[in-house]
């Protein structure tokens, strides 16, 4: 049969199956109801009964077991005439510890039904060392249009046993190898594939020090590309990147984990990426220029158009467009002598696209008027670097006019005296400049001025090298988290002993688990939401830990896991003696440099 008649006849069964589309079913199995402490369980959960676009149920709660991995499949049958869809999605679960386990009840709500899997128990033995049997023959997925007519004419499903040359490949690209200082940069990393998955993939990104960095929206749509006469499935993962420093900047290589076949998974690096980022031209350069590089405009709006005198209001500008909106500085406002300007503060919202990042800027400016009348507010300006034109931009505000009521309170004497001018036949006070200047020279060569002086500038000079420290913590943003590592897991101790003293176990707890786990991301620079237990090991086998402790510090995890999750107790010397255990795994892993 050929391709389209195989698509014809597909078309055909997906339309028969919405006319005689059923009640839904939900059904959860497994492979095995007793599993040794070293192997794992397959738990599959299937809806099926229904037409096309079933839904699948959240995954019910785990005791005494952790997901390492999942993934999902579909089927189509016909049976008397009547065609039936059914979508599944397995769970690899491992054990935690010998004992009971149990997997909860799965709930789906369709169509204002609810539906219920069955609760399974089960029991977990000791490692018997052998771990779980994998085949090593690898074979090619069967063509899924071949798959679905055998099934529907009861045909065996047989794989065809053929060598699938360079199964997976990956590529990181950017968008331009020459940007400026501070302009947008697309960093895609492009995975693709010739076979079926068994599990999910795991993308690492490559580190992005000296950028400024915004994760972009994952493509969910996947397209058809060739490569050397082969067709593959391609899915891209994108990043923006600002380079904050002109120079050669390395990216370096990005990975992927995949597991192709039954055994260990594949990983596979690209090749690291260089970029040459150019200054800033000076010709034309503005005077109010502040670093921003994209395309923005500007609108400027008063908080109020009446206030009285002496009373302050605020002046609300908002940037909005493309670019790092984190560097954007305030627009210009200049100085007046019938106001005054005491503060402002800043928000920002910065939103990704596919491969692009915009957002707004708003900046509430305060201002004091210092004179009764109309207030005209001069305009605000700001500036920046428009680099597919190569050219300096300017933007600037309408002026602003404000009623200034009235008021009986008086100013503060030094904003009075410098707001208003003297009224004509004043007298001009002259005063004796000689003595004053002589007093001032007094003080200056006192030892106690120059003992001042010389705690003024150390403080300077300090203030000088802990900016530069900073500057390059937060050039290197791994960095910066190591540095902070110790400092964040001792608060996270601190407040799980003031939920201790408040009887507050549970919460306590999660306190204990979260400065071990964000210790752990902190210190090897390494996102540990969504990390696996197997991630964690792999991670500090490469550190020099050694297996016991690895094996400690997942103990920990089940047994912080074990109680926040499940209606287990915890007294207060249990919960002591987990305080000493989470400080004492921090304290290993902080001698280990």
Not at 59 to 80: C, D, E, G, K
Not at 130 to 159: H, K
Not at 561 to 587: N, W
Request: one cysteine or more; hydrophobic letters at 40%; charged letters at 20%.
């Amino acid at each position: 049969m050929g391709r389209i008649g195989k698509l014809s006849l597909l078309i055909l069964i997906l339309l028969i199956s919405q006319v005689f589309a059923g009640e839904l079913s939900l059904k959860a199995t497994v492979d095995k109801i007793t599993v040794a402490l070293d192997d794992t369980i397959n738990y599959t959960l299937t809806v099926s009964g229904g037409g096309q676009n079933l839904p699948l149920p959240a995954p019910p709660q785990f005791v005494n077991l952790s997901a390492v991995s999942r993934f999902q499949s579909s089927n189509v049958s016909i049976m008397n005439g009547q065609a039936s869809v059914s979508n599944s999605v397995t769970y690899i679960l491992r054990p935690g510890k010998v004992g009971s386990a149990s997997i909860g009840t799965a709930v789906l709500d369709y169509n204002g039904q609810s539906y219920r899997s069955d609760p399974i128990a089960l029991k977990v033995t000791a490692a018997t060392g052998a771990g779980s049997a994998a085949p090593t023959r690898q074979v090619a997925p069967v063509d899924p249009w071949d798959s679905m007519i055998d099934e529907i004419f009861n045909r065996p499903l047989v794989p065809r046993q053929v060598a699938i040359k360079d199964p997976i490949k990956v590529k990181m690209s950017v968008s331009r190898a020459n940007p400026y200082v501070n302009q947008l940069v697309v960093l895609t990393f492009t995975f693709y594939r010739r076979v079926n998955l068994l599990e999910q993939p795991i993308y690492m990104p490559p580190p992005t020090t000296g950028f400024w960095s915004v994760s972009l929206p994952n493509a969910n749509n996947q397209r058809q590309e060739v490569i050397d006469g082969v067709n593959y499935l391609a899915q891209d993962f994108r990043m923006a990147l600002f380079p904050i420093s002109a120079g050669p900047h390395l990216i370096k290589e990005a990975s992927l984990r995949a597991r192709v076949y039954q055994g260990a998974p594949t990983l596979l690096k690209t090749d690291p990426l260089y970029i040459n980022v150019r200054s800033l031209p000076e010709v034309g350069k503005p005077v109010d220029f502040g670093g921003s590089v994209g395309r923005y405009q500007l609108s400027v709006a008063p908080s109020v158009r009446e206030v009285e005198r002496g009373k302050p209001f605020t002046v609300i500008a908002k940037i909005f467009g493309e670019g790092n909106i984190q560097s954007v500085s305030e627009p210009v406002l200049a100085e007046n002598e019938a106001f005054k300007r005491l503060s402002s503060t800043s928000k920002e919202k910065v939103t990704a696209g596919a491969a692009s990042v915009a957002g707004s800027k708003t900046f509430e400016i305060a201002l004091l008027p210092l004179k009764e009348g109309k207030l005209s507010i001069p305009a605000l300006t700001f500036s920046y670097f428009e680099p597919e034109s190569g050219t300096y931009r300017q933007l600037k505000s309408q002026p602003i006019t404000v009623t200034v009521l009235h008021s009986n309170l008086p100013l503060p004497k030094n904003l009075d005296a410098a707001s208003r001018s003297l009224p004509d036949g004043s007298v001009k006070i002259s005063f004796n400049w000689k003595s004053p200047l002589r007093w001032l020279f007094g003080v200056i060569i006192s030892p106690v001025f120059v003992t001042l002086f010389g705690l003024i500038a150390l403080a300077a000079v300090g203030y000088y090298i802990w900016r530069r420290w900073q500057e390059r913590l937060l050039a290197d943003p791994a960095k910066l988290r190591r540095s902070r590592a110790l400092r964040v897991a001792r608060n996270h101790l601190k407040r799980a002993k003031e939920l201790l003293r408040s009887n507050k176990f549970k919460e306590y707890v999660g306190d204990l688990f979260e400065a071990v786990a964000h210790y752990l991301g902190d210190k090897y620079n390494f996102p540990i939401t969504g990390a696996t237990t197997d991630d964690i090991k792999e991670l500090l086998a490469g550190k020099g830990i050694t297996m016991e402790e690895q094996q400690e510090i997942e103990r920990f995890f089940n047994e912080c896991d074990l109680i926040r999750f499940t209606p287990s107790s915890l007294d207060r010397s249990a919960a002591e003696k987990l305080f000493e255990r989470a400080e004492g795994l921090i304290i290993l892993l902080e001698s280990n440099k």
